[in-house]
């Protein structure tokens, strides 16, 4: 069973910056996908970007152009490089083991505990 470890949230004002930390321990990382996901209360988890061993990388429509996924397999870690925030981005943010089937991301049942982002305007 592969553990997730988050980091990197907290309070940012709308147009800020924050990059989330995600380190993955128990499985054979640099042959794994990974995605990070977000989720409000009320609604369901929904995937923000998602990164496969190779590289591949796909975005939510609602955070292309301002977030980027990247991974460093030395040191186990996925992260998640957040720019030009908006309120609608607070969220508690996961990251998740999946994997990759005709360049698209399919969640995997390891996932982090979370980490909480609040965008204030």
């Known amino acids: 069973q592969v553990q997730l470890v988050e980091s990197g949230g907290g309070l940012v004002q709308a147009g800020g910056s924050l990059r989330l930390s995600c380190v993955a321990s128990?499985?054979?990382?640099?042959?794994?996908?990974m995605g990070w996901y977000r989720q409000v209360p009320g609604k369901q988890r929904e995937m923000v970007a998602a990164?496969?061993?190779?590289?591949?990388?796909n975005y939510a429509d609602s955070v292309k152009g301002r977030f980027t996924i990247s991974r460093d397999n030395a040191k186990n870690t996925v992260y998640l490089q957040m720019n030009s925030m908006k309120t609608e981005g607070t969220a508690i943010y996961f990251c998740?083991?999946?994997?990759?089937?005709?360049?698209?991301?399919?969640?995997?049942?390891?996932w982090g505990q979370g980490t909480q982002i609040t965008v204030t305007s």
């Open positions: 128990g499985g054979t990382f640099r042959l794994t996908a």
């Open positions: 990164i496969s061993s190779g590289g591949t990388t």
């Open positions: 998740n083991v999946g994997s990759y089937d005709a360049d698209s991301y399919f969640p995997g049942g390891s």
